[in-house]
């Protein structure tokens, strides 16, 4: 067919289009194939869609959910593509991307213990509850993202001292420095008694709560996963609120892979700093002694060589790996 330009066999489909529909069967049809045999299943999209509604998760992060939790490997890109295709590809306002430029640098230290970030989460009262509102105070390790948590009713300096008691106990490792802002309750008392534990205790420039990041993002990773899930339930009980939040502190440590590590969970990069390092002995926080390699004869600062000892292998007591309590509750469907 010369003057139409096209060929006989084009002619002959579209003749036998217009007879069976009209002008109808002549519109374009879509190219899509029949069959797609690579397409991502259905289960995986559903899990994807499940993650990016109920937590927010953007494409690194559902990544590496789905391989941890469902050994299910996807690139990022073609997580990225069924969000786009799904309207979903948008995150909320508060969590969109940042260009590099408005962004802080980042930093991390290169052996657990060495700082420790230190800071309270003020607990909005829930719908229903007899009491105004919670404090949680948080300790996060900057180099393993490692974290001890804990609810008070009160926000004192005594409360502090009482937490600062319990972090240290609890953390599997001596800590150097903790860093704290500049709020009432680390003051004078907290600051004296730290320093009486040989632990070093340094201010962050005010009104910076960037200089405690770590701390501060851990917060809102603790509104969006933790008290967003407790919408509706009322907890009066300060005992039993430290209960389910031992439970969301076990998960965090040892189940949920962290983007800043890399996927691993904050017990896994413990293990892999530790794991062929020789470090020294951890020293007790119980009892006021001079900074760890000095001890004091008169007014001089002889220096004491540590004993190296290999690293221990397993977590002392309290931070045992098992499978977390929060498994059923942050699981994917």
Known sequence: MPLLRIT???FFAWY???EEKGLAGLRDRSKRPLTSPKATQIEVVEKIIYLRANYHFGPEKIQMYLKRYHDITISRSGIWRILKRLDMNRLP?????KRHVDRWKRYEKAQPGHRVQIDVKFIAPLKGSRRTRYYQFTAIDDCTRLRVLRLYDRLSQKTAIQF?????ERFPFRVDVIQTDNGSEFQTSFH???LDKGVGHEYIKPQTPRLNG???RSHRIDAEEFYRLLDGVVIDDSEIFNEKLREWEHFYNYARPHGALGGQTPYERLRQKTASDVRRPRQSHTR???PAGFE???RTAAPILPVARAARSVPPAGFEPATPALGERCSIP
């Open 288 to 290: 006021s002694v001079p």
């Open 164 to 168: 600062i008691d319990y972090a240290l």
């Open 8 to 10: 006989r066999q084009t």
């Open 16 to 18: 036998r289009r217009y």
């Open 296 to 298: 004091r004869k008169g």
């Open 214 to 216: 770590k701390v501060e």
């Open 192 to 194: 004296w008694h730290v």
């Open 93 to 97: 306002s508060s969590q969109r991307y």
